[in-house]
């Protein structure tokens, strides 16, 4: 089954295809987040310990993206805190950004696929509205997509990241100043933890290059 997109902009009854989640139209992300935290809308609450659905700064223009909790955020509550989580908090103080008070982190689905595996389409779809009212409300200046399944379920883009790392993506999210957010995808930290060299060229080597691009553009504005 293909992901279908919902539009960029809700109707106001903030319903959307292919979700049996409804939210409060009131632009309070912790409204949102109250309405996430008993979400039974797909088959990933019978597994679930905890709802993950965020950590950081909701103020912050600078918002990361990924797949899904593993283990220890399902355990936790708090997305990327396990292994590969404590190399994206790295990657991110690499460049002297703050992970509590520059960035806003969450996911594209807010239940632990059982067994880490990649959460379905539909799983996608049915969690979309609380993505997209991170987004919406939030309105971040840059998205930062940590992997593909980030990539695939915030733009519907199925690209490798090996093919567009490193580029600017438009997105048709309303950023503050009246323009769009930019978003950048690279590889997942879990992917780097299995491809540990940091020779010129390599996928570690690449990221570096991305965070450093992603510093410049946050300083920009
Ligand atoms: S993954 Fe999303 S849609 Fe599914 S139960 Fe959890 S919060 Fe609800």
Do not use: E, I
């Given at each position: 089954m293909s992901l279908t997109m919902p539009p960029s902009v809700p109707p106001a009854a903030t319903a959307f295809a292919g979700s049996s989640v409804v939210l409060p139209d009131c632009g309070n992300i912790e409204a949102v987040k109250s309405v996430a935290l008993g979400c039974v809308a797909c088959k990933l609450n019978e597994t679930r310990?905890?709802?993950?659905f965020s950590d950081g700064n909701?103020?912050?223009g600078l918002m990361f993206i990924g797949e899904g909790p593993g283990a220890q955020e399902d355990e936790t509550g708090i997305p990327f805190v396990g292994r590969a989580g404590q190399l994206l908090t790295k990657i991110i103080e690499s460049?002297?950004?703050?992970?509590?008070?520059?960035t806003y982190i969450c996911n594209v689905v807010k239940c632990r696929p059982p067994g880490n595996r990649v959460p379905t389409d539909v799983e996608m779809q049915q969690c979309y509205p609380y993505l997209h009212a991170q987004i919406h409300v939030l309105k971040p200046r840059i998205i930062v997509l940590v992997g593909a399944t980030a990539l695939r379920g915030v733009l519907g883009n199925r690209s490798p990241i090996s093919k567009v790392r490193g580029q600017w993506l438009e997105t048709p999210f309303p950023a503050p100043n009246g323009g769009t957010a930019k978003a950048m995808a690279i590889f997942h930290p879990s992917y780097l933890l299995r491809n540990p060299s940091p020779n010129e060229g390599t996928p570690k080597w690449l990221t570096w290059q991305d965070i450093q691009a992603i510093k410049r553009c946050y300083d920009e504005d």
């Open positions: 310990q905890h709802v993950v909701p103020q912050a460049v002297g950004l703050r992970r509590q008070q520059d």
